[in-house]
């Protein structure tokens, strides 16, 4: 996104805000469409949105055996080679921001 943002930046905003209406739109609660965005994501090989999305999804109180169910569940529709792509970048996803919250633990405890 970033390079859309910058060479492109009133297409960025149209697609922020058309986002930003499916999301207002959506009865379901934030991880939900988290999850959910994260099976699209990982049934169309978005590696780079699956990092984004899972890292969302955790900030909204998903476990890491819900991320990698909404993944699993593209399984038999797109195959074992897309759900082992998503799941690489979404276990690195998870590691990354959980670390990152033991970091801002550890830090507020000492």
């Given at each position: 996104m970033k390079h859309l943002i910058k060479e492109a930046p009133g297409v960025a905003q149209g697609f922020f805000d058309l986002a930003k209406s499916v999301n207002q739109y959506s009865?379901?609660?934030k991880k939900t469409n988290e999850l959910i965005?994260?099976?699209i994501f990982a049934a169309h090989r978005g590696i780079t949105g699956?990092?984004?999305h899972v890292q969302r999804a955790i900030d909204e109180g998903a476990t890491k055996e819900e991320i990698i169910a909404a993944i699993l569940l593209a399984?038999?529709?797109v195959g074992i080679t897309d759900v082992n792509l998503a799941m690489e970048k979404a276990v690195e996803s998870m590691e990354m921001k959980f670390a990152a919250q033991k970091e801002t633990?550890?830090?507020a405890i000492n």
């Amino acid at each position: 996104m970033k390079h859309l943002i910058k060479e492109a930046p009133g297409v960025a905003q149209g697609f922020f805000d058309l986002a930003k209406s499916v999301n207002q739109y959506s009865p379901l609660d934030k991880k939900t469409n988290e999850l959910i965005i994260i099976g699209i994501f990982a049934a169309h090989r978005g590696i780079t949105g699956i990092g984004t999305h899972v890292q969302r999804a955790i900030d909204e109180g998903a476990t890491k055996e819900e991320i990698i169910a909404a993944i699993l569940l593209a399984l038999p529709i797109v195959g074992i080679t897309d759900v082992n792509l998503a799941m690489e970048k979404a276990v690195e996803s998870m590691e990354m921001k959980f670390a990152a919250q033991k970091e801002t633990v550890g830090a507020a405890i000492n």
